[in-house]
């Protein structure tokens, strides 16, 4: 839809613009109002190029695209009716939490793996540790790879799968082959797109699912969804959305609680919605809240940063790691919650 | 605590700063670390002239206050187990669910009274109805005094207290006289101090409770408590806060939710935090949602626009506004999640 | 234009819309797309409560208007080459610089008078001078009815027409009795609508203008104009903009500098825009780089805070005055930027 | 300096602090306060899993670092009076100003080299062309390795440096290999910290200068800084910082513009300041002023999009790009508010 600064266009104006989206296949169509005429274009009507030249002409206001750009990701795609299944269990079926360390302390081994025989019994279906993690400053603790092998190690010990961040192709390469089920995309790489296309491709037809991160800043939602039609385009669709706090921060919290952004998701693409409470909040006092509010939401899961021991976590452990008893105890909350949400997808007018 | 552009005061700057505050009765200590020396102040340090003074030296680079400034609606203060009674209901000891419409319409007295009966029996524990409102466009519908006849007959037909906004010591006057129990400070006016003193005196020791909107724009805690700490210090300590969503827009929904505000309010203040689901998110489908999420997040109530006949409404009501049908459910659900909640005020580390 | 959530409104749902428009007399004209339908709304497309309804179907996704709302303070209204005269000063001509004390200090009256003849050396065409001042706390000094005689009487001595805040009726009687020639409406009431209604009538054919600020937190430019469009409905369109920062806050400044609002206002309204640095900024020292960026966004002019004596001033003086001294070279380099900026009037393919 | 929840630590809680603090070398200093008392840390403050620590305490509101956390580009580093030289020019010393296509189209070699010319003679001193470019959408125009011959004619036939956006690790190699002078890393990759370390590593003491873009969201000046500290780090200080807008968009631009940035940066860091106008604001006739306000903010330079035909180009360019004749004439004016900019250096009480 073109809108014209003027109320109507000239002559000439309306042959340049019809001349200009001709060149795309496409037609206008004017729509005479009262007070302005606007103008449809009927056809590819997201072509960039074609977008751009008329947001170049100095008669132009603005152009409002119209239709979806997803073509995997959509809600009305092909897609729209696959599931994701991790290990054993299939995601949207019922509360998918992840549970674990931020960061895996490498001289403390023994910590991590408690944790993880921990979380597995207050219920997790997942275990997250951060081999590697992105750091504010160059010289914090950056991760290492040796890590890995303790993240394989919990994998094997409980049988459950594991998740990890990766930030490059490196990272990559050695979380594909060392058996990892879950790579994380963090919010500083949520639109770095030559990541994004190599985890799609590193991924395709391995059974390796990917969470990505919202990225930081209120970006628009498309852009968001946007960011996971380069992982399916690149040869994975196994992808979950994770909203995770954005900036700017509300006082008192980490970030801007973003789980409020479900709903909206969900009505434009099939993806499932695992949120991350513990970013968003950057306090383990205010992590059962918020997961309690993004299943409250719709989410499918939640991500919690659990710790055995919070005080000997490094990274963000020990400021936003809940304890193993008080996750469980958040577990039988968040399935009373699944419950209660379950009328919303038939009985009432709500989204779900 | 004062924090110097260079590592260190000179002795010159050091005298300066000390006869400043020597003025109001304050004294500096001196803290030397290692890189640089910052310079506490002890004694009233959030005395605003003196703040200012220090501000304004050109070697200063910012002064932190670590006090609160708040005297009665702090959490810590005198009044820190007052509790609000409105109608037959304690807030804070159930849900506290206000339900009817954005908007009365003079034209339709009846539509009014039969919500209002409806969100009764739904479970409501106050009635909405806005005699006035404001309205972006000045040649848009603005209220009627006429309406607060229909507000005050749904009063009395129900038994249950009523609910309205004043945005002017007019309105204020005639609301107060008509026997409204709760009465609303709009988003537009949460910041309109002569308002807020004029509130504060006119409902004096008269048993009308104060619903206090966040305003819009994304200011911080302090200053929406600050803004309840005028009605108190004028005569009215019956605050309730209200967040109802802030600019800037999640697109998607009317505003941008902030729900998630609730525990950093309760972990500054005693006063009971009422969420506004409607006005969040801005349409009827969503409000359930957001409604669940702002109990899980400790809110001790909603204030939700219900409509027995959405598309009659006038004002928002079309466009936000649940059916009686979904409210009841959506309390019932509003109870299971408060019995959720209890758990997190005894027995975990998480904040109520 | 609405937008439907699935490609295309079943033959029911369009009878639906079509009964609901028609109501309001307008009409519907389908748009057939490749991928989907929309649908342009003929008429008054933006009478609310048609909106409303619309948007309240189930299968509705989004209206777009595309009319201006605006009715006097539109670019193209009957009133866009309306010129506002200030005292001697035909605003737009050449820059309008307004200056003076944030808050006049009732027990140092010769303070504020030896400020106003030195800003009037300086060069400024107005001066400013707070009689009543918000402050976010009501234990702070709010100001004192007898400052307006101090006011009164800088505008006496020198000659220079005088501005001050109101927040309600009653000191809006008081300034438009004295003759203050400039009000100014803050941020926290830049929507308090009874406010602006007061104001528009109270000053109706009485030469005084009005300076309407932004409100806090970034509310959309539609909302700022239509805010201005309530005192011209009221019968005084002598209203400029003023932009002076929005939250949430850039660390560093007191507000989100937002003078770039400027180029876009001047898109959508013909009123003057006046930017206030000082309180975007709220440090002396960065007011001049803010306000020298206002005039290259192509502002009308800027209101600063000025003071004799920087140190003995009250309210935020002592942080965000400068001195009649730097505003002397400050005016001198606005000139230069004014001469500069006037090629983009008419040489360039840019907004003026 | 931490600040407990409760007026008080109590001994237990006191002791407990201290000997967190001890582990790393730190030691509590008490701070007696009229309502409260706080503690300030001696030593490495900043210690990351320490301050982590602290925070993981129950009574623990908060934790305030008060030194710097830069090591090279602190404003007060030994590199701060480092200079970078780009061709012939030294940044800071005259307006560093970059022009040139958003995208190469390698299809039109001719239309870059021409531009490129163009762009000269209008004075600019440095050429942007990109050959890869970041797009929302995984179907778009990518760029394309052949781009690169001709950014390297264009510098050849020209003599100017050229500047170009590199993504990944296979486009550093290039373009370092190929002599590109300037890289540029975008708002997406701003916290990609892998890319990061790998630029600084390979463009150590090889004269390439890096122009970091700041990260889309608001996120907190240090962090930006932070970001070209992993450069720097990595071996190569030669970082120039440039703000280009941040979301959320303030509408009608493309994003809120940041120039205002710009002194903050300067009160804490050294780097040179390069301002990117038309990616802020996104359209063309709103470029000029958005590139003077930079300049009256204090920037050492702009980037701009300028293309001798902007409706053929690619990419951004049809909307954003000004043509060479609109960049010749605001050079000019650039340097004339270079000259007026060059008082606050000096005179006034003005952070330059």
Redesign the interface.
């Known amino acids: ?1 073109i ?1 014209p ?1 003027e ?1 109507k266009l000239t002559k000439e104006q309306f042959e340049e613009v019809v001349s200009i989206v001709e060149e795309y296949n496409c037609r206008i ?1 004017p ?6 005429t ?1 103008y ?6 997201r072509e ?2 074609m ?3 008329i ?2 002409l ?1 008669y132009i206001d603005r152009f ?1 695209a ?4 997803f ?1 995997l990701m959509d809600i ?1 795609s092909e897609l729209a009716h696959h599931k994701i299944k991790i290990g054993d269990h299939i995601v949207g079926e019922s509360p998918f939490i992840i549970a674990g360390h931020c960061t895996i302390d490498p001289k403390n081994p023994n910590l991590f793996i408690e944790s993880a025989h921990a979380v597995k019994e207050a219920g997790a279906k997942a275990i997250r540790g951060g081999v590697w993690k ?9 991760g290492d790879d040796s890590s890995m092998k303790i993240l394989i190690e919990a994998k094997e010990q409980t049988g459950l799968p594991v998740d990890t961040e990766v ?5 990559l390469q050695i979380a594909v082959e060392a058996g990892v089920d879950i790579l994380q995309i963090g919010a ?2 949520a ?5 994004l ?1 190599q985890v799609g491709q590193a991924t395709a037809d391995k059974r390796i699912a990917v969470l990505l991160k919202r ?9 968001f969804i ?1 960011a996971s ?2 992982i399916a ?2 040869g994975n669709a196994d992808v979950m959305l994770c909203p995770r706090g ?3 921060t ?4 980490r970030n ?9 998701l969900k ?1 434009k693409t099939w993806a499932p919605v695992i949120v991350d409470p513990s970013h ?2 950057g ?8 997961a ?7 989410a499918d899961g939640v991500i919690i940063e659990t710790h055995c021991d ?2 000997r ?9 809940i304890t193993p008893d ?1 996750l469980r ?1 958040l577990i039988q ?1 968040i399935d ?2 699944w419950e ?2 379950k ?2 997808k038939k ?5 779900a």
Do not use: C, W
């Open positions: 839809m809108i600064k109320p169509q729509i005479e109002g009262h007070h302005r606007i449809a274009v009927l056809g590819e009507e960039t190029i977008v751009n030249r947001l170049g100095d409002d119209v239709d979806s750009p073509k009305h992105p750091r504010t400053m160059p010289y914090s603790f950056q930030m490059d192709d490196h990272q500083r790489n639109l770095n797109y030559s990541l296309k990225s930081i800043g209120m970006g628009p939602i498309n852009e946007a039609e380069y385009a690149g954005t900036s700017p509300m006082d008192g919290y801007y609680p973003d789980e409020s952004i479900t709903p909206l009505d968003s909040v306090r383990a006092k205010f992590v059962p809240s918020a309690m509010a993004a299943m409250a939401y719709g919070p005080k976590g490094i990274g963000d452990d020990p400021k936003q790691s008080v105890k909350d009373q919650i209660i949400r009328h919303y009985e009432l007018p709500v989204t």
